[in-house]
C-alpha cells in the first residue's frame, strides 16, 4: 500500500476530467465495434474513509458475459484484494474503503465467443472516479536517506512528516522541546520537508512533528531520535602481539577519538580468536581499565594470556583493535646431535613451551623425507625408523604459535657399522614404591667405553637422594617428585646415543584394616572388616581356602566396597580360614583370617567359646599365593577387575 502524503483535491478533479474525456472516447468506439449496450455505468462516487462502495454496471445481450474491473488502468484482482468483489451481475463492491482506493473505475465486459468466431468481444463502461476523504490523526517522521537515523557530520539530509489525508495540512517542527526555525544556508522546511544541510553535532536531538489541517485538528508523531557525530577512530592502537612475563605488570593502551567522545571498553577473547566468544573486562583484582582506555593487567599469568579486543563506541559506529599477549615460544627439550645405525630407529627429541600452546614440527634442510618412515610423536620427539643413509643431515625443530616462532638445528649422522647401541632388555618405563630403593639402568653397547650422561625433563639437575653410578640412576627413599621422564646419554669419542626411562612412583600397597578371628553359632551372621590404601587404589577380595581360589558365592557371602565381609546364616561348612587379598597392577598382598562355627549352646553349656589362634591349622603360603594369583587372573581376563 502506497503512502499519501498529501492530496490536493482541485488537481485530483482536473486530472480525472482529462482522463474520463480520453476513456469515453475510446470506449465509445469499441462499444460501437463490440455491438454491446451498457444498460448500466458506473457513477462517481465520493466516501468517507472505511466506508463502503458498490459501482453498477451491466450490458444488453444474450450471450454469456463475464466482468472485469480496472482501477487506474490496472485489472483487480479480488484473489489478492480481498476488500474488492466482483458480483456475478457485474457490480463491484469495496468494502473498508482506503484512501489509496480513490482513483478511476471502469467495468469491461466480456462475451463468450461464438464457433465462428476466433475472438472473445470485450467492452468497456464508462469510466467513473471515486474520492476517498479521510482526516489525518497521527503523524510519522521519515528520514531521507531512508531508514537511518545516525548521520556523519557533514552530510546533508532531510526530516519528512508523513500523515495520511486527502488534505492538504500545515506541519510544524519542534526539536528537544523548542520550535524549529528555518536559517538560512542550513535549515530550510519545504512543504512536509525539513532539510538540514552542513549537518553538525549541533543538529543531534529529538524531533517531532505537528499537522494541523483546516483547523480542525492536530496530529502528533512519535518523538525520532536523530544522531549526527562522527564514527570512533583508534589513533593509538594496542600493540597487535606483544610478550610478555610471568608475574609482572603490562599495559595496553587503547586511545581513541569521535564524536561524541566514545566509551573505550576491553575484552577478553581466550587462547585462539573467535568473532564469537568476548568475555567483558571489568575493574578488579586481575585487571584495570582506565579512563583514556588504557588497560592494565596486575599480574600476567598463563590463564589470562591470549587475545584481547578493544572496542572504542558512540551511537554512530564502534571500531576494534585486536591486542595478543603471549608467553614467548620456550624448548624444553632441545634436540640433540643423534648418531644411528643403518636399519635402526633414530629419535630426534623436541619439546617447546608457550600460551597459547605450541605447535612443534620438523623439517629436513636438505633433501626429502620418507614420510612412510617418519613419525612425530604427540609430545613433539621425531621418530625415524629403519634409518638410510640418505636420512643423514641436518633437521630443524620448529614450535610456533599464532604469536610466536622459534627453531632449532640437530644434526643426524647414519653409519654403517654399529657402535653404540642399547641393551635390548632396555626398560622404557619402570614403577618405583614410595620411601622404597628404585635402581634406574640404561645399559649401552659399544667400543671404545661409553659414558653416560643422565637428566631429568623439566628438572636443570637430579637430587641429591639419586646417585649416579655410570649407566645407572639409584633413588633413594623415593618421592612423588622423582616421577617423570629420565633421558640417558651415552656416548664416546665416535658416537653417541640417547634413550629415556618412564618412572611411575605409587605409593605402596598396606592395609589399614585387617580382619579378626571370629566363632560363632550356627544360623548366626559373620562380619569381617578388611581395608587397604595405596596408589593404584587396591582392589579387595575375599577367597576360602577349600575352594581352589573360585569366587564365594554371592548369595551366602556380600563384599561390601569397603572391603568388608558379610557371612549370612552361617553352618559348620563355613568354618575355615578365608583370604583378604589387597590387590594393584603392580602389588598384592594378603591377610589370613580364620572362621570357627559351633552348635547352639544347650542350658547346660556356659562360658566363653575359644577362639582358634590363627596359625592353628597351618597352611602353606605358596598355596595362598596361588589361590590369589588364580583369583585375580580369572577376575582380570573377564573383565571385572577394575583399578
Request: positive net charge; aromatic residues 10%; proline residues 5%.
Amino acid at each position: 500500500m502506497e503512502w499519501f502524503i498529501w492530496r490536493c483535491v482541485s488537481s485530483i478533479q482536473v486530472n480525472l476530467a482529462r482522463w474520463l474525456w480520453l476513456t469515453i472516447l475510446v470506449s465509445s468506439i469499441k462499444i460501437s465495434e463490440s455491438n454491446f449496450e451498457f444498460l448500466q455505468h458506473p457513477v462517481s462516487q465520493t466516501v468517507q474513509e472505511g466506508g463502503q462502495v458498490t459501482f453498477n454496471c451491466g450490458v444488453s445481450t444474450h450471450r454469456k458475459i463475464s466482468y472485469q474491473w480496472q482501477h487506474n488502468n490496472r485489472t483487480i484482482r479480488t484473489d489478492r484484494q480481498p476488500r474488492f468483489t466482483i458480483r456475478s451481475d457485474g457490480s463491484l463492491r469495496i468494502t473498508n474503503a482506503d484512501l489509496d482506493d480513490s482513483g478511476i473505475y471502469q467495468c469491461t465486459a466480456v462475451a463468450k465467443a461464438k464457433r465462428s468466431q476466433a475472438v472473445r468481444k470485450k467492452a468497456k463502461s464508462r469510466p467513473a472516479t471515486l474520492l476517498v476523504e479521510g482526516m489525518c490523526d497521527k503523524a510519522e517522521i521519515v528520514t531521507r536517506p531512508a531508514h537511518t537515523t545516525k548521520f556523519a557530520i557533514g552530510t546533508e539530509f532531510s526530516l519528512g512528516c508523513r500523515c495520511r489525508s486527502s488534505s492538504r495540512g500545515l506541519v510544524r517542527w519542534i526539536k528537544n522541546g523548542d520550535t524549529v526555525s528555518q536559517v538560512r544556508g542550513h535549515l530550510s522546511l519545504d512543504n512536509i520537508w525539513l532539510n538540514i544541510n552542513g549537518s553538525s553535532f549541533a543538529d543531534s536531538g529529538n524531533y517531532t512533528c505537528y499537522v494541523t489541517i483546516d483547523k480542525l485538528g492536530t496530529a502528533k508523531s512519535e518523538k525520532l531520535e536523530i544522531w549526527v557525530g562522527k564514527k570512533p577512530q583508534i589513533i593509538v592502537p594496542p600493540p597487535y602481539r606483544s610478550s610478555a612475563v610471568i608475574g609482572l605488570e603490562m599495559h595496553l593502551h587503547c586511545l581513541a577519538t569521535g564524536t561524541p567522545p566514545p566509551v573505550v571498553r576491553w575484552y577478553y577473547i581466550g587462547p585462539v580468536w573467535s568473532e564469537h566468544v568476548k568475555n567483558s573486562i571489568h575493574n578488579g583484582s586481575a585487571y584495570r581499565v582506565h579512563n583514556n582506555g588504557t588497560l592494565v593487567i596486575g599480574s600476567i599469568t598463563e590463564k589470562i594470556v591470549g587475545f584481547y579486543e578493544c572496542a572504542a563506541s558512540n551511537v554512530i559506529g564502534t571500531a576494534t583493535k585486536k591486542a595478543g599477549i603471549y608467553l614467548p615460544v620456550k624448548f624444553l627439550t632441545k634436540p640433540q646431535n643423534t648418531t644411528v645405525v643403518i636399519g635402526k630407529s633414530a629419535f630426534l627429541y623436541c619439546n617447546a613451551t608457550a600460551s597459547p600452546e605450541p605447535v612443534v614440527s620438523w623439517r629436513k634442510e636438505e633433501g626429502e623425507r620418507d614420510e612412510k618412515r617418519f613419525k612425530q610423536l604427540k609430545n613433539g620427539t621425531l621418530l625415524i625408523r629403519d634409518a638410510r643413509m640418505s636420512d643423514a643431515g641436518q633437521y630443524l625443530c620448529i614450535a610456533a604459535n599464532q604469536l610466536d616462532l622459534k627453531e632449532t638445528k640437530v644434526t643426524l649422522r647414519v653409519v654403517e657399522s654399529e657402535v653404540i647401541r642399547l641393551s635390548p632388555s632396555h626398560k622404557y618405563s619402570i614403577e618405583a614404591f614410595l620411601g622404597g630403593r628404585r635402581k634406574i639402568t640404561c645399559e649401552f653397547h659399544g667400543r671404545p667405553p661409553i659414558k653416560v650422561r643422565w637428566y631429568m625433563v623439566g628438572k636443570k639437575g637430579l637430587p641429591a637422594r639419586i646417585e649416579k653410578h655410570g649407566s645407572s640412576l639409584i633413588i633413594q627413599k623415593v618421592a612423588l617428585s622423582d616421577a617423570g621422564q629420565y633421558f640417558c646419554h651415552g656416548y664416546n669419542v665416535f658416537s653417541s646415543l640417547t634413550a629415556y626411562v618412564n618412572v611411575s612412583v605409587y605409593d605402596p600397597l598396606r592395609f589399614v584394616q585387617t580382619p579378626k578371628n571370629q566363632t560363632a553359632f550356627i544360623g548366626e551372621s559373620v562380619w569381617f572388616h578388611c581395608a587397604a590404601t595405596g596408589s593404584p587404589k587396591p582392589k579387595v577380595t575375599w577367597l576360602k581356602h577349600d575352594q581352589g581360589g573360585r569366587p564365594l558365592d554371592a548369595e551366602k557371602y556380600k563384599v561390601f566396597k569397603n572391603g568388608s565381609l558379610l557371612i549370612k546364616n552361617v553352618r559348620s561348612a563355613d568354618s575355615g580360614r578365608y583370604f583378604c587379598i589387597a590387590a594393584t597392577r603392580v602389588d598384592l598382598r594378603q591377610k589370613t583370617v580364620h572362621l570357627v562355627v559351633k552348635e547352639q549352646p544347650t542350658q547346660a553349656e556356659s562360658g566363653p567359646v575359644p577362639v582358634a589362634a590363627s596359625n592353628s591349622a597351618p597352611m602353606s603360603y605358596s598355596f595362598v599365593v596361588t589361590a590369589a594369583v588364580v583369583f585375580l587372573t580369572v577376575i582380570i581376563a573377564r573383565g571385572n577387575f577394575r583399578w
